[in-house]
């Protein structure tokens, strides 16, 4: 079945610049989509499609993607940026989410 | 302004069904290109999708649930129903319902731009 691979943690020093990779075979024909989620709330979307920010997003997050993989890029992490990420993207079943990333800003 | 909430039992027994309900306002599920999905999160893991269902009444499973699971809508209700059957305790998680677009990418990413609160559901006897 498919699947969408991620690390399961990264980390990044204040102000620095972060990528979060996601691989699946789905990405090659659909777009990723990722989410943030901080502890106790519902994952919130921050990039959609190519590389779109729903209203509210801090423009430092933006995506890519190349072949089977997809990546959310943070350039300059704040401090609430500390969050698990979620790729996620459609596939021939329906939807498909990654297993997280962990992101620790130091 | 979308919203959604989950309700349904926070603890249910092993071997029992799971009926959740996702009631939701500001858009309709008659609407073209619409759709509301099942997400769930056990406790410190990841998030696992369960069923999505459409505006056209297309329902799509997740493939290594799909025996267990059914889901419906009442349009008029502005209502999801997701079941599950035959819950163990490995089922334990948070249940979150999410709305669905193709509006953002013309089908090619479909995100889920609005979620509910979630709700913790207990499997235990």
């Known amino acids: 079945s498919s699947e969408l691979t991620q690390d399961p943690a990264v980390s990044v020093a204040l102000g620095q610049t972060v990528r979060i990779t996601c691989q699946g075979d789905s990405l090659r024909t659909y777009y990723a989509n990722w989410y943030q989620q901080k502890p106790g709330q519902a994952p919130v979307l921050v990039i959609y499609?190519?590389?779109n920010r729903p209203s509210g997003i801090p423009d430092r997050f933006s995506g890519s993607s190349s072949g089977n993989t997809a990546s959310l890029t943070i350039t300059g992490a704040q401090a609430e940026d500390e969050a698990d990420y979620y790729c996620?993207?459609?596939?021939?079943?329906?939807?498909?989410f990654g297993g997280g990333t962990k992101l620790t800003v130091l | 302004q979308i919203t959604l909430k989950e309700s349904g039992p926070t603890l249910v027994k092993p071997t029992q069904t799971l009926t959740l309900t996702c009631t939701f306002s500001?858009?309709?599920?008659?609407?073209?290109?619409?759709?509301v999905g099942w997400i769930r999160q056990p406790p410190g893991k990841a998030l696992e999708w369960l069923a999505l269902?459409?505006?056209?009444?297309?329902?799509r499973y997740s493939p290594s649930l799909k025996s267990r699971l059914t889901v419906t809508k009442d349009t008029s209700k502005n209502q999801v129903v997701l079941t599950m059957t035959n819950m163990d305790p490995v089922d334990t998680a948070t249940y979150y319902c999410?709305?669905?677009?193709?509006?953002?990418?013309?089908?090619?990413?479909?995100?889920?731009?609005?979620w509910g609160q979630g709700t913790l559901v207990t499997v235990s006897s």
């Open positions: 999410a709305h669905q677009s193709q509006a953002y990418c013309g089908g090619d990413c479909w995100p889920f731009d609005y």
């Open positions: 499609g190519k590389n």
């Open positions: 996620n993207s459609r596939d021939s079943s329906g939807t498909l």
């Open positions: 500001g858009f309709s599920l008659s609407t073209s290109a619409v759709g």
């Open positions: 269902i459409y505006w056209n009444d297309d329902k």
